[in-house]
């Protein structure tokens, strides 16, 4: 045999080369990482200048502009939820239907569309919407607004409410697509002969759905929930790209962003640091309760 | 031993890919003794690389024996800022020479400063200068950034509505004048007088330099809530609200591409800001040509100061560099030299802070600027009076904070929202700052 096969031959080690490389990369690029921002959200960092200042950073926190941030963060992680969950799963569900016979090719195609949006660079998707809901009157919004006999508006300037809008609005837009694709996988997963006996036992459409394929897919269901609030907590390029690094009476700021003003507008890293590990805790206690919420600790109950 | 053969193959791999890149990195700065030296420069306007490099052919005619490159990097803006930041508080990775735009530059000076004092060089010249333009750039005596402009802050009046309501803008002294002015437009045009900005500061903070206030005192107290600055944001927000002769600028601020086609459309009858905007109006709203006068700030009081050196860019040379008395002194010719001044006129149409430079012929060229407002070659001739009425910006560590407060919630809440008066918004903004 060749030599390379030699160190093989002890077993021990095989385990440990191959997550070698796994561990390497998570060590350099996570847990180095992590436990940095940890030490420097109890430091004030300035150029030429480290020194440990205590709880400071996280005293800090106590501020109006924090608590907007949070705020936003979690109107927007739990509308993106309320949104791109049911959405997607009626509509992969209509799309399923027409998975076989004389729908077929037209599956395809819609299929092909409706991924379409999550390849797009979000800074050309912000552009883009930033573009249609311009203060300009022969902007496309307010083009519609005035055909259907509104005034035109300032979309972007129009405050709170306006602005969470069209944040939901982009998300929806770009990930409604990629999610019909998770619910469509998990669609294929459920035996078709549980819709044929419903059937025998006089079950209507809404029946099956409530019964067999909502359930079914609870799986897919709570993947989809977990990956949306990490995108959710963490959303700074939408709002980035409509707003700018600033946005009036702070729209826009999500505690993303604010980690972005405070660490590198203001020079602040400690603090921006501080902002990023209660990020990372919250986002933690959340997924962690809407995973026990859910059941997916739970052995064996499929 | 044979079986530790895979062992070190695999770690030698990582290692070699990471040691590796750095001594890449490290080679990078041994130069050759001979030939022209290399400067790195990063700006955030890529038009300032262009200025660079026609003072590096100046400065390379002058220096046969020490010629220069100039690399130069246009990144965009908030890329560049962080870039520098992380270079600066990291120990590597800065270039020679960098611009700064004046409402970061705080954030450089704060801990040991990792820039190189220019005073050296601004000592000997200091007195030709609007002093006011280095202060901005100073902490403890040091001048750490060199300006591009004075930002002589004035006032745009579009002639062809002013003449249309029947008043004549020299009449206009005093901010009283100028309202009164806004009525008369007000009632005999569709226009409004002028516009605010609801996103931005370029509306407040001018005011608030002229009436000779600050937002931080020279200890760097807060100040953004006193007396002076309150009357100012009061006046602005009575202007929109109760004398009805403002909007908010569409689009919330005056960069704003909604703004430049209001304008363009004779949406305003003025605007106030600084000297450099000029170059807006005549790559944005070029429709405005030979339709735009170009006057003083009105006055607070009788005595009171017409104008105010706003926004900025101070250029820095990074101490970690390896060419730093190089780049100091090649900036400083740029910079600092009568024949930069110029050329800061030339080619990028700034207002140079070397006042010896405002009469000269120089100044004098027609151009795209000269052709386009109604003063002509005048323009310099007839401010120059301006410079000796800037009061001084305190810049203190929290400037960039101050300014993120006042674009997001003073401004907005006051001016859009009418959520706040001026009084509640400005102490509450002050409170954050104090915290």
Known sequence: MPALSRPFKNQRYVPYVFVLPFVLSAGLFFVYPVIQTIIMSFQEIAPGLREFVGLDNYRRLANPRFYTALRNSFVYTFLTIAVLIPVP???????????????????????????LPALMSVVVVGTVFRLMFASSESAIANTVAQLLGFPPTEWLLAGPTTAMVLLV?????????????????????????????????????????RRITVPLLRPVTVFVLTISVFGGFAMFEESFVLWGPTSPGNVGLTMVKYI???????????LGSAVGITLLAIVFLVSLALLKLTGFFRQGDE | MRRHTMWVA????????????FAAGQQEGMEEASGPVELELWTFQEIHIAFYERMAELWNEQHPDRQVVIN?????YGDMHNNLLVALQSGTGAPDIVDIEISRFPNYLRGNVQLRSMNDYVDPVRDDFVEARFDIYTKDGNVYGLPFHVGLTVMYYNTEIMDAAGVDIDSIDTWDDYIAAGHQVVDNTDAWMTTVEATEQWSFWPLVTERKSNFFGSDGSVQLDNQTNIEVLEMLNDMVRTEGIAR???????????????????????????????????????????????????RFTPDGFRSAGMGGTGTA???????????????????????????????????????????????????????????GTE???????????????????QIPDAITLIQTEVMPSVLSEGSATPAEALRRAADQLRQ
Do not use: C
Not at chain 1, 93 to 113: D, E, H, P
Not at chain 1, 173 to 192: C, D, E, H, M, S
Not at chain 2, 344 to 361: A, I, M, N, Q
């Open chain 1, 89 to 115: 799963m009626v509509l992969a569900v209509l799309l399923n239907s027409a998975r076989s016979g004389a729908g077929r090719s037209a599956f395809t195609v819609l299929r092909g569309m409706l991924f």
């Open chain 1, 260 to 270: 972005y003003q405070q660490g590198f507008q203001s020079a602040q890293m400690g």
């Open chain 2, 72 to 76: 130069g990097t246009a990144y965009p």
């Open chain 2, 379 to 397: 323009i310099f001739r007839q401010m120059l009076p301006l410079t000796e009425e800037i009061h001084p910006v305190n810049m203190t560590t």
């Open chain 1, 169 to 209: 609005l982009v998300a929806t837009w770009r990930w409604t697509g990629i999610n019909i694709i998770y619910f469509l996988a998990g669609l294929q997963q459920i035996p078709n002969e549980l819709y044929e006996s419903a059937e025998l036992d006089g079950a209507n459409a809404f029946q099956k759905f």
């Open chain 2, 317 to 375: 040379v990074p101490t970690q560099g390896d060419h730093v008395e190089l780049a100091a002194e090649f900036l400083a010719f740029a910079k600092l030299s009568e024949e930069g001044n110029i050329l800061l006129w030339e080619e990028l149409g700034f207002d140079p802070p070397r006042k010896s430079v405002w009469t000269s012929d120089a100044l004098a060229q027609e151009n795209k600027y000269t052709d386009f407002f109604t003063n």
């Open chain 2, 248 to 298: 908010t600028a569409p689009g919330g601020f005056h960069h704003a591409e909604e703004y430049y086609g209001f304008m363009a459309d004779g949406g305003a009858a003025s605007i106030w800001m600084p000297l450099w905007y000029m170059g807006r109006f005549t790559d944005y709203m070029s429709d405005l040509s030979g339709k735009i006068a170009i006057r003083p700030l009105p």
């Open chain 2, 10 to 21: 695999m770690v030698l791999v990582f290692v070699g890919a990471t040691t590796g890149l």
